[in-house]
């Protein structure tokens, strides 16, 4: 039970694009994308902004969109403003009823 | 409305035991799985255990496998965790979640959390 690995930050100029990757194994990541993401405010609590890898819960901005390639999945957050400065959570789904998180990933918008 | 409220954290010592609950509401408790994640400081987060809705079996991290145990009471619509055998490594926010009807949606609803803190 890994984490899988995202990068620890990264950061970006409002309007600007991020990509967020999270990497894991065949036994974590496997054929299906069963990714989901999560903002987090430090003292908040997490909420979903991405799942089953590119869907968007109700009221998510489309400036949120997820991709998986191989056993990397990313989250890209387009027209980056304030607000999006966050850490970012992947997690997937592995088997009946187990999960895992990847290390998060602190974004900064300068 | 979905409402999820931990209870139940605080300071123990090492070796000790304490109970958190997580009292659910704006949904029909018995038809969702439910989970908990803890994040320890200056740390993410992890998964830590979940019930199922279909045939009620719990899942454990194996870094709490053997010293938490999950349950909960349907008639109170309240989700519990055990913990026992406490550990400084296990000092960290517990967040209970509900978890989607498909499970690799993942968790759509989260409380604010509850502190453990354990300490020698």
């Known amino acids: 039970q890994s984490a899988l690995t995202q990068p620890a930050s990264v950061s970006g100029s409002p309007g600007q694009s991020i990509t967020i990757s999270c990497t894991g194994t065949?036994?974590?990541?496997?054929?299906?994308?069963?990714v989901s993401w999560y903002q987090h405010y430090p003292g908040k609590a997490p909420k979903r902004v991405i799942y089953?890898?590119?869907k968007r819960p109700s009221g998510i901005s489309n400036r949120f969109s997820g991709s998986k390639s191989g056993n990397t999945a990313s989250l890209t957050i387009s027209g980056l403003q304030v607000e999006d400065e966050a850490d970012y959570y992947c997690?997937?789904?592995?088997?009946?009823?187990?999960?895992?998180f990847g290390g998060g990933t602190k974004l900064t918008v300068l | 409305e979905v409402q999820l409220l931990e209870s139940g954290g605080g300071l123990v010592q090492t070796g000790g035991s304490l109970r958190l609950s997580c009292a659910a509401s704006g949904f029909t408790f018995t038809n969702y799985a439910m989970t908990w994640v803890r994040q320890a400081p200056g740390k993410g987060l992890e998964w830590v255990s979940t019930l199922t809705n279909i045939d009620g079996s719990p899942h454990y991290a194996d870094s709490v496998k053997g010293r938490f145990t999950i349950s909960s009471d349907s008639s109170k619509n309240t989700l519990f965790l055990h913990m026992s055998n406490l550990r400084t490594e296990d000092t960290a926010v517990y967040y209970c979640?509900?978890?989607?009807?498909?499970?690799?949606?993942?968790?759509?609803?989260w409380g604010q959390g509850t502190r453990v803190t354990v300490s020698s």
């Open positions: 979640a509900k978890t989607a009807m498909v499970y690799a949606r993942g968790f759509d609803y």
């Open positions: 089953e890898g590119n």
């Open positions: 997690c997937s789904y592995v088997s009946s009823g187990t999960w895992v």
């Open positions: 065949n036994n974590d990541m496997g054929t299906y994308n069963l």
